[in-house]
């Protein structure tokens, strides 16, 4: 018995560092890729629109298969599609590097998508199945410090490979990881869960939902042009739809009860999507303040900007630790409220804003973020049934690359309002200036949203 337990902590501690080198990488690639945009966009002459959507066609593919795939997961098996994720990821990590154009480029970022969909749509998921409910705080705490570490890392390293090597370099450096995951994922990962194996997998509501997301998503993101005014409403109808098929199939890919049911699992999705659709532009929008505006190389921007992922790394970790004892609720308001704070000083931003009040700003949107995700999604993960860890994964997953979508799309919407399809330029820098004021202001106030959605979900209960 003793044997049997100490494999078991073995296997969790082998499972636990394998998703953290996964959560290191995936957004580690993705903030080096936005410091390496000036570079890519000047190799590739890519206008300030086309530069957006190497960024957010990974996005948009991710945020399209995360449901699909999180019920995929539960059926066949969450390390299976663990490792086919990282499998895919890795494969298009060398189509991005050996790119010869900009559209090549964004078609192996939407493959990347798919692959990244996979990983987070069944990693959480297994993290949670791994850990018993006492531990499980503190193992989200660490991925979730992974995640930041990662992000404080890109910055810094992104910066450095765009500058010396080229922005290549970070693709290689990304396949190259994903080869030893998929290694580790095979060699010493020996358990599977599959909470759902039974079930039907259901392809008329998987197809609605791939369809009426991708449209509303897109047409988010090309508005106001009238067509994307049509496509957004014909996404929105289609998720209507969607909800009603799903309330009367046996096994949908969305359980809808999830939500009507589960005050805590309903707010707690919401609260994060509104927070990553008030912060993940953040480091695009900063990214290029630096680079144009304050004539900084890619290299020192990173540096700047380092500041704000590695608060939310310590944060995050102690955080984790905090949620297994007191209310994820009231934690992750408090995270909300700071991120208020720190997003409100962003506003004031002008050409003679200093590098201190810039640095001030960000450490403490990063205190911010850091308490809010951990409870947040210990929160999520803790109160569904087992059988639907899967989707819950799929769920935190979904509002985050939903919320990092809308923030892009939000944040390209406005600085088109302001240049309209030029590229950024001496000319209309002060133009970029007031796009970058309009910007924080909209996600201001969407985030002060988030804090009161994140107080009403009321006390936790965890899955045994």
């Not at 189509?95 to 798919?114: E, F, K, V």
Request: aromatic share 10%.
């Amino acid at each position: 018995m003793d044997s049997q337990q100490d494999q078991s902590v073995a296997n969790r501690k082998i499972i636990l560092i394998v998703t953290m080198v996964t959560s290191f990488f995936t957004p580690f690639m993705g903030t080096a890729v936005s410091i390496a945009l000036p570079k890519i966009s000047h190799e590739f002459s890519l206008n300030a629109m086309a530069m957006t959507w190497v960024m957010m066609s990974f996005l948009l593919a991710s945020a399209v298969f995360l449901v699909p795939f999180g019920k995929l997961s539960d059926m066949i098996g969450r390390k299976k599609m663990f490792l086919l994720g990282n499998i895919i990821l890795t494969v298009a990590s060398v189509g991005c590097a050996i790119a010869n154009s900009g559209g090549m480029l964004i078609i192996y970022r939407l493959i990347q998508g798919i692959g990244s969909a996979m990983i987070f749509s069944s990693s959480m998921a297994i993290i949670t199945s791994a850990y018993p409910p006492h531990e499980r705080g503190k193992a989200i705490g660490l991925n979730v410090t992974a995640v930041y570490i990662g992000l404080s890392a890109s910055p810094l390293i992104g910066g450095y490979l765009t500058d010396s090597i080229g922005w290549r370099s970070i693709f290689y450096l990304n396949a190259l990881a994903g080869v030893l995951i998929i290694l580790a994922i095979i060699s010493r990962m020996k358990v599977e869960w599959a909470g759902a194996k039974n079930e039907k997998f259901d392809f008329a509501g998987s197809i609605i939902y791939v369809l009426s997301i991708t449209a509303l998503m897109y047409g988010f993101s090309k508005l106001p042009k009238d067509f994307a005014i049509i496509l957004t409403l014909t996404g929105l109808a289609g998720f209507v739809i969607f909800v009603m098929v799903e309330k009367w199939t046996l096994f949908p890919v969305l359980n809808i009860q999830l939500f009507g049911q589960n005050k805590i699992f309903t707010f707690a999705n919401v609260a994060a999507l509104i927070n990553y659709s008030a912060t993940f532009a953040v480091t695009f929008i900063l990214s290029l303040y630096l680079q144009y505006i304050k004539g900084l190389d890619a290299h020192k921007a990173g540096l700047l900007l380092i500041s704000q992922p590695v608060v939310m790394a310590l944060a995050a970790s102690v955080s984790g630790k905090l949620s297994d004892k007191y209310d994820s609720g009231l934690l992750s308001s408090i995270g909300m409220a700071i991120i208020v704070i720190g997003l409100s000083l962003l506003i004031f931003l002008d050409v003679n804003t200093s590098y201190a009040y810039l640095i001030l700003s960000l450490l403490i949107l990063g205190l911010g973020f850091g308490i809010f995700s951990s409870p947040n999604t210990n929160a999520i993960m803790g109160s569904v049934d087992k059988k639907f860890l899967g989707v819950a994964s799929a769920s935190v997953a979904t509002m985050r690359m939903s919320g990092q979508m809308i923030s892009m799309a939000t944040a390209t919407m406005i600085i088109h309002l302001f240049i309209g399809n030029a590229k950024i330029v001496p000319g209309n820098f002060h133009l970029f200036i007031h796009s970058v004021n309009v910007s924080f202001i909209v996600f201001t106030i969407l985030c002060v949203f988030g804090v009161f959605a994140s107080l009403v979900r009321g006390k936790k209960v965890i899955n045994s």
